[in-house]
């Protein structure tokens, strides 16, 4: 049953078809790395995607047809719900689960090509044997890998680090006897061992759990990413074993930008990648006992960034203080507050009574830079409508903003009035270093997970905002 | 094609991809990385190679959820981005008050 048959495997039409695929994917993604045109650019990597999996199913010789309806059928609707169901605030579990079963689908194609290639007899070329021993041990990785992260991410094991003892050791081993059941495999290929080989993509599987299982949960994106790399270097593999440009093209890619991102992603974090896999840690700080002076996690950007961040807001509040003053930024601040306004922006400031240490100094300096008098908002006004605020950006003010007032009775600060920027969706400190305020106490705020830091001159930064919004 | 062209081919795309991928802005991290998840759904083809030529009944079985995996890799990664990619689009102002 022959049915749509039309394209040779290998042929150059099926080839040329190939090519105009992943010409997409290669546009789809460059298009991704800007916020105008992301969107249109995922669209344009889907129809790349269209393309090749039609081109794949006009192969001269598919048969099997109502196994293929099948599995697209089911694995279509599962996706489709799955992701039209999912909220916001659980996309990266989603995208660990469909990193997951690309793992998955890897392992699966790989262990299917041994059998065909063990069925035809005779000794099966190197060349396509190692790498689909290659495609079975990183799909399998990656497949477990990205279910663990799934659950942690999900709440259905606990997102803080576990690790058995005797980890690395563990690892140590199950890595060893992966390659050596590899190196079996490939120098037995006259006649490999199946049973060996579904004892690799075991093994594999356990490494791909014991690796995730110590890594805490505020580290999972980036351990999301890598499995993601992984997947694709995996999907190029078995590009190699099934002889298909467009795998290995696709996959490769995915490979090297996968890498680079997980990298840019750790760097945000103010972590490396290394350290994230192996320090076991990146919930909160083990044990609760951190001291104000130690090195904690938090995230740090560029006014790109935080030009992107306010621009496709609907309100922003800014929270100046004594910092903001001492760089005479009002200026630059008004100007960006200028510019998210022409965009549709609805801008506030929110004035803590003390904020440029003596009061009623701040609406002055702002009142100076003709902002007008009716943004600016009392604390006591401004708090309840935080939580409805998109963004809120504590430009050199710190301990006005210190959820330690409010949460910590033992704190210096305790008690104080703050306004409670945490509340909003995101917040953007910008500011020129970590170090504590006017009080010398660390500010818990900086370490939040909705908080990103832009570490600049607050007149410098602003007016680099204001420079990146225009450019939106 | 020889095992040296698709070397070849394999280390430009590798390029590529780090060319494509540098300085994106932080926002767009999350949206980027699941596009290129939705992209390596392209091992659904490999499910359709050995599903399409299989000829036992363990391989359809294998052959028939490694398509169905790529297929929920493929159509979940690309509408999931596209949910994500959603934020970026400028909402309606409806109220028409002075600015």
Known sequence: MTLLAVLKPGGDAATALYIVAFSLFII?????????????GNMVAAAGMAVAVATTLLLDGM??????????????AVGFVASVRVQMTEMPQMVALYNGVGGGAVALIAWSELRHGISLGGDIPLEELIPTLLAAVIGSVSFWGSNVAFAKLQDLIPTRPLSVPGQQVVNAVLLIGIVAACVNIAVNN???SEALF???????????????????????????????AFTGLSA???????????????????????????????????????????????????????????????????????????????????????????????????????????????????????????PGHMNVLLAEADVPYEQLREMEEINPELPRTDVAVVIGAND??????????????AGMPIIEVSEAGEVIVIKRSLSPGFAGIDNDLFYESNTSMLFD???KAAADIAAEIEQL | MTLFTELAILVLAAFVGFEVISKVPTTLHTPLMSQTNAIHGIVMLGGLIVLGYADD??????????????AINIVGGFMVTDRMLGMFSKKPKPKAEDK
């Open chain 1, 28 to 40: 789809g993604l460059k298009k991704g790395t800007h916020p105008t045109s992301a969107k249109q």
């Open chain 1, 63 to 76: 048969g099997n047809w109502g196994l293929i309806i099948i599995g697209l059928g089911v694995g279509s």
């Open chain 1, 190 to 192: 006259g006649d490999p």
């Open chain 1, 198 to 228: 579904i004892g690799i993509l075991i093994a594999a599987a356990l490494l791909g759990n014991l690796v995730v299982l110590p890594i805490g949960g505020a580290d999972m994106p980036v351990v999301i990413s890598l499995l993601n």
């Open chain 1, 236 to 358: 190029a593999a078995a590009g190699f074993a099934l002889d298909n440009v467009a795998l290995i093209v696709a996959g490769t890619i995915v490979g090297s930008s996968g890498t680079i991102l997980t990298m840019e992603m750790a760097t945000a974090m103010n972590r490396s990648v290394a350290n994230i896999l192996f320090a076991g840690f990146g919930g909160a700080p083990a044990g609760g006992g951190g001291g104000p002076t130690e090195e904690r996690p938090h995230t740090s950007i560029g006014a790109q960034d935080a030009a992107i961040k306010l621009a496709y807001a609907d309100t922003v509040v800014f929270v100046p203080g004594y910092g903001l003053a001492v760089a005479q930024a009002q200026h630059a601040v008004k100007e960006v507050a200028d510019q998210l306004e022409k965009r549709g922006v609805t801008v506030g400031y929110a004035i803590h009574p003390v904020a440029g240490r003596m």
């Open chain 1, 400 to 413: 006005v903003t210190n959820p330690a007032a409010k949460n910590d009775p033992d704190s210096p600060i």
């Open chain 1, 457 to 459: 001159d607050a007149k």
């Open chain 2, 57 to 70: 009944g363990l391989e359809y079985v294998i052959g028939t959820i490694a398509v169905a995996f790529g």
